[in-house]
């Protein structure tokens, strides 16, 4: 999903593409702790667009912090961006091979909203691999009232210019708009399924420590969700954050750094 984004800043940060599964993934990395930590975008993300204040102000001496851009999205084109009814596994599988592409043999996963889902899923399947897990605004379900809401988003033309600019001088207005259709077509067929179900089977699998962080006030994930994924990950925290919106990281990322950090 998304929300306003923010510009990135900061001198000692590294761009590369390495190739993960026949693609070449674009990511980003800073600083030189020995945790190292996943940063998975939403929908339509990627590290530049959704994770400016992590990359710059999280702690460099502790972490070692890597954003990615899943495939078709970011600088992670070509391939185009489409939406196969496994598209969250192939992402999983792509994050947890690119960060073992780059010698990271534990980490730990930082995901919002697609992202997040994301992070569900490979936490649950690779749980060798996974340290700690934080999501926020994300769901493991999709009901009609969700399918509501993402077709409410669909038409990029209706969305405001802050929301909009970082996305159409990444991608252009065509991909955008085309992709963001893609996606509530794609994220709608989990409703299709009796349960709407994308992940909720795969939540009691997850053994490592979790926090889950919720905007009370997102209009793009309704807090039943995070409270959903509470409930069956067993031992997780969850962190209700009472002004906190979707993009809850970029507009109160001091706070939001400083929980995460903590938590990890």
């Known amino acids: 999903l998304f929300l306003s984004r923010s510009p990135l800043s900061s001198t000692s940060i590294t761009s590369a593409k390495i190739q993960v599964n026949g693609v070449h993934l674009h990511y980003q990395q800073t600083g030189e702790g020995s945790h190292a930590v996943l940063l998975l975008p939403g929908m339509l993300g990627s ?3 959704d994770f400016g204040p ?21 600088q992670s084109i070509p391939p185009s961006r489409d939406f196969p009814p496994d598209f969250f596994e192939r992402d999983a599988k792509d994050a947890v091979d690119l960060m073992q592409a780059l010698k990271f043999k534990k980490f730990s996963l930082l995901g919002w909203s697609d992202g997040g889902i994301t992070a569900l899923i490979a936490a649950a ?28 988003i669909r038409d990029v033309s209706k969305w405001s210019e802050k929301a909009k600019k970082p996305l159409e001088e990444m991608y ?29 089977q795969l939540l009691p699998d997850i053994k490592c420590p979790t926090f ?6 997102d209009p793009l994930v309704p807090q039943a969700h995070a409270e959903y994924i509470h409930k069956h990950i067993k031992g997780s925290r969850l962190l209700l954050m009472p002004e906190g919106k979707h993009n809850l990281h970029l507009r109160f990322a001091e706070d939001f750094n400083r929980q995460v950090e903590d938590f990890l």
């Open 212 to 217: 889950i962080i919720h905007g009370e006030k």
């Open 172 to 200: 252009g207005h065509q991909y955008f708009a085309k992709t963001c259709e893609a996606w509530v077509d794609g994220i709608s067929r989990f409703a299709e399924k009796s349960d709407g179900n994308i992940c909720q």
């Open 125 to 152: 399947k690779y749980p060798a691999l996974i340290h700690k897990l934080v999501v926020w605004g994300a769901n493991a379900s999709v009901t009609q009232e969700d399918v509501r809401i993402y077709n409410g």
């Open 47 to 49: 590290g530049q667009t």
């Open 54 to 74: 992590q990359l710059k102000s999280m702690n460099k001496q502790l972490f070692t912090i890597v954003a990615w851009d899943p495939r078709g999205y970011g």
